[in-house]
């Protein structure tokens, strides 16, 4: 009854607000802080202009006004476009006058073909995205792809969303402490096998053991903490230590400020790291990795989960750990300058909503 009442309210106060009404899309609910990160940064992005409806149904409230609509749906953080058929299915099905795409990621096809899933949503994703109202990308990588597929139109490469989460000063580093976030797939990564790349990094993990390196563990989702407990099980266990899962973008970023060098799977864990102003190596799991690392021009410290060989990653450690201060503030003046275009970019978006608006006459809210 109490989330009901609470639901009633929220859809009340969605319905009363004088913003743009706006549906964001995106994987949420299910406790993963990279996502979740997401649509807090773009929420916060555009808490001047917008209000957004993200969950999946609408409530009982809303279909009392058949006629209204939304002023636009939004495709916002992760890798969606092309991703899953649903995501272009709501895309172009939400009842909205504007259509943005803000930070999405493109999948590449070459990845799922390398897994045996192809995708078959590429003329859909590709006609859809020419009428859109705007067009911004998390990085390089993704544009490329989208032009490659015949989107002729401007497509601007914004960086992550979860950038806007930058913090002003340097990270405050003590001493030969790395932190490290490891996960499962359900073996979709390069190689295909989550236990192979399990056994690569936990034997480069030793090797940092062996040369004074303390490890903390950072997980970005609850399943994330059996899969680092078992790598911790094989490591010197006074080297070892397990960071609370907290869920919240923020926490991580001032948590993981404390370690000198960061090496993560999952793509938010590296993206939250470079907000704390961490040198971080991307494990490249999934082409959206190199995308991010490619947009913040640090390519060289992306090791592909099938080419972990020995060394690999301890050389990228080292080499960051041994880098000058000038360096490592560098890290956190790229992400820094990412969340000044993505405050940009969100007023440029805010702009063409609202003078789309503008010419509009009618109810402003139409529920699907």
């Not at 930070?103 to 590449?108: E, K």
């Not at 797939?185 to 236990?195: A, F, H, M, R």
């Not at 609370?244 to 590296?270: C, I, N, P």
């Not at 470079?274 to 959206?288: A, D, N, Q, R, T």
Request: include cysteine; charged fraction near 25%; aromatic fraction near 10%.
């Amino acid at each position: 009854m109490y989330e009901r009442v609470r639901r009633g309210i929220t859809d009340a106060l969605f319905l009363l607000t004088p913003k743009l009404k706006v549906r964001y899309l995106g994987w949420l609910g299910y406790g993963n802080l990279g996502d979740e990160a997401l649509y807090e940064a773009i929420h916060q992005l555009f808490r001047e202009t917008t209000a957004f409806y993200y969950r999946s149904y609408m409530s009982r409230v809303l279909s009392f006004m058949p006629n209204a609509r939304f002023d636009a749906v939004f495709l916002g953080g992760g890798t969606l476009i092309n991703h899953l058929p649903t995501y272009l299915d709501l895309f172009r099905a939400v009842n909205a006058d504007a259509r943005v795409v803000f930070g999405t990621g493109v999948a590449d096809p070459a990845f799922t073909d390398s897994l045996g899933a192809p995708y078959t949503t590429l003329s859909g994703w590709t006609e859809c995205l020419k009428e859109a109202h705007y067009v911004g990308v998390r990085g390089p990588h993704s544009a490329r792809l989208l032009r490659e597929w015949g989107v002729a139109r401007e497509v601007r490469v914004v960086g992550d969303p979860a950038l806007y989460f930058a913090v002003d000063e340097p990270h405050r580093g003590s001493g030969r402490v790395i932190g490290i976030n490891l996960g499962t797939t359900s073996n979709k990564l390069w190689g295909g096998d989550d236990e192979r790349l399990l056994q690569d990094v936990t034997r480069e993990l030793q090797t940092l053991a062996d040369r004074g390196w303390s490890i903390r563990f950072f997980p970005v989702i609850a399943s994330d903490v059996a899969t680092m407990r078992k790598v911790m099980e094989a490591l010197p266990a006074e080297r070892c230590f397990l960071v609370e899962y907290g869920g919240d973008a923020q926490t991580f970023v001032e948590a993981v400020r404390l370690v000198d060098v960061f090496v993560g799977e999952k793509l938010h864990s590296v993206v939250l790291a470079v907000c704390g102003g961490v040198p971080s190596v991307m494990l490249e799991y999934h082409p959206k990795c190199r995308d991010f690392m490619a947009s913040i021009d640090r390519e060289a410290f992306v090791v592909r989960t099938d080419t972990v060989g020995p060394r690999s990653i301890v050389e990228r450690v080292e080499t960051l750990a041994s880098g000058t201060d000038s360096e490592h503030r560098a890290w956190l003046e790229v992400a820094r300058g990412y969340r000044e275009r993505l405050l940009g970019e969100a007023l440029i978006v805010s702009r063409k909503l609202e003078d789309s608006k503008s010419c509009r006459r009618g109810p402003t809210f139409r529920s699907h």
